[in-house]
């Protein structure tokens, strides 16, 4: 059971996303179990910019008020989701659809204030029900899943997709956790992508201000998800694992 979480220039340059989903494909029609997860942060951006919307972000977060919301679901659970799923149908794969908030495949609870300012709809995912996801591959569909989460009482939350992954790869016990994404890999304190770190590498690396931008959330939910028993987490060509012995 493989992880895939979908980001980066995948989602937004047709003729990457077609080579990424032949191989996806490939791997399915070869007996792999696969589960996709994505977001789609520009494609976001893009139909704010269409409604005269303005984007607002704090630490790396999208500041998602009522009207953000709105279009954040619309986007993903809409137009984002049935674009894979489309372009998956066309290569023979049976897929579906759906969002992280469907049947507790992703529960969230509100993310708090950063500095003092409020996120707004803006979850933190702290479980997974796989239900669902289980359901969908023991009938043979390879679930497509956006990154969107719900509360225990119902309400929507905008979550991050690489945490979405990572939790949904820990409540799945899945062998190993990948994240395509448009940069190589993990950088060191020399700009050199790394090829291969365990668990206390990565650590290190967080602790010494090495990881920033987005591939620290990145690094953190791979690291969240081998502490929940997933074997291998793959960044770009950077493979981690847990620690050597």
Request: aromatic content about 2%; glycine content about 12%; proline content about 2%.
């Amino acid at each position: 059971m493989k992880v895939i979480k979908l980001g980066g220039s995948l989602l937004d340059d047709a003729q990457t996303r077609v080579s990424v989903l032949h191989d996806i494909a490939a791997s399915w029609n070869s007996g792999h179990d696969l589960v996709l997860v994505h977001g789609g942060g520009k494609h976001i951006d893009a139909m704010m910019a269409k409604l005269g919307l303005p984007k607002r972000t704090h630490a790396g977060l999208r500041i998602t008020d009522d009207a953000t919301l709105d279009v954040v679901v619309s986007v993903l659970g809409g137009l984002v989701n049935k674009l894979i799923v489309g372009e998956l149908t066309a290569l023979g794969i049976k897929a579906a659809g759906i969002s992280g908030s469907d049947a507790g495949t992703l529960i969230a609870e509100q993310h708090p204030p950063i500095d003092g300012v409020d996120l707004g709809h803006v979850g933190r995912v702290v479980s997974s029900n796989p239900t669902l996801v289980k359901s969908m591959l023991n009938y043979g569909i390879l679930p497509v899943v956006s990154s969107i989460a719900m509360s225990t009482g119902g309400k929507l939350f905008n979550v991050n997709a690489d945490s979405a992954a990572s939790a949904l790869a820990a409540a799945l016990k899945a062998t190993s956790l990948q994240f395509i994404t448009d940069v190589a890999g993990l950088m060191d304190s020399e700009g050199k992508v790394v090829d291969a770190l365990d668990a206390s590498d990565a650590h290190a690396l967080v602790a010494e201000g090495v990881v920033k931008g987005g591939m620290l959330p990145k690094l953190t939910a791979a690291l969240g998800a081998m502490s929940a028993g997933v074997g291998k987490v793959k960044i770009g060509i950077t493979e981690c694992t847990h620690a050597s012995s």
